[in-house]
């Protein structure tokens, strides 16, 4: 069975700190893994993908994560946060039933960046 | 190069009547996917729609809920007798197919945001 995890439910930074947003999964086989962001009233935007290729993942604004197998994590961290960067992220994993390729997501982690 | 396209972006509606919610998948991409995101909630898998095979319809809540997807485009989300519960944003997705030749990804629309009163 697939899950992920994200670990904190609400992740508060000031702005120009780092920012780490944890997630674990649990896969019975090499999973693809995605963080979303979702701003208020907006659509999911994707951030980054993994799909097993090198394990440290650049995405857009500046976002990157690590896949760690060791760990089963996939922590999605930003050297300095902005003001834009508020938002839902969700951690979600992809992986293959029956015909189709199916998406679990996380429960997300809203990120207030403080001015 | 437009984007997955849904409408309404807004649903009001009283308890007991019928609703249809659409999408426009993005052009070109063969899988279409509803999603119902609950306040507070992730993304729950409703229907999944691959070319001109059956759908997958294991996540539907129950036999309330129903979706078809016409020319192997677009699709409408149909939710009959609606209660409060099914108070929610509804997401559509699309992607280039099944698993053999894409990663995973997903493109989603803005999403429909359904009130039941």
């Known amino acids: 069975a697939q899950s992920v995890t994200q670990l904190d439910s609400h992740v508060s930074v000031s702005e120009g700190t780092p920012v780490l947003l944890r997630c674990n999964y649990s896969?019975?086989?090499?999973?693809?893994l995605f963080w979303y962001v979702q701003h208020p009233n907006k659509g999911l935007q994707l951030l980054l993908k993994?799909?097993?290729?090198?394990?440290l993942v650049k995405g857009i604004n500046g976002f990157e994560a690590e896949f760690k197998k060791s760990e089963t994590s996939f922590h999605l961290t930003k050297p300095s946060a902005h003001m834009s960067d508020a938002a839902e992220y969700f951690c979600v994993v992809s992986y293959i039933s029956g015909s189709a390729r199916q998406l679990t997501f996380g429960s997300g982690t809203q990120l207030t960046v403080l001015p | 190069g437009a984007g997955v396209s849904q409408s309404p972006s807004n649903k009001v509606t009283e308890k007991g009547k019928d609703v249809e919610l659409r999408c426009d998948p993005i052009?070109?991409?063969?899988?279409l996917y509803w999603y119902r995101q609950s306040l507070g909630q992730g993304l729950e898998f409703l229907i999944y729609?691959?070319?001109?095979?059956?759908?997958?319809k294991s996540g539907l809540p129950s036999d309330r809920f129903s979706a078809e997807r016409t020319g192997g485009s677009v699709s409408t989300l149909t939710i009959q007798r609606t209660q409060q519960e099914d108070s929610a944003v509804y997401l559509c997705?699309?992607?280039?197919?099944?698993?053999?030749?894409?990663?995973?990804?997903?493109?989603f629309g803005p999403g429909t945001r359904l009130t039941v009163l």
């Open positions: 997705a699309s992607s280039w197919g099944g698993p053999g030749g894409s990663s995973g990804e997903q493109f």
């Open positions: 993994y799909t097993s290729a090198a394990t």
């Open positions: 052009s070109g991409h063969t899988a």
């Open positions: 729609f691959q070319g001109n095979s059956a759908p997958d």
């Open positions: 896969s019975s086989y090499s999973p693809s």
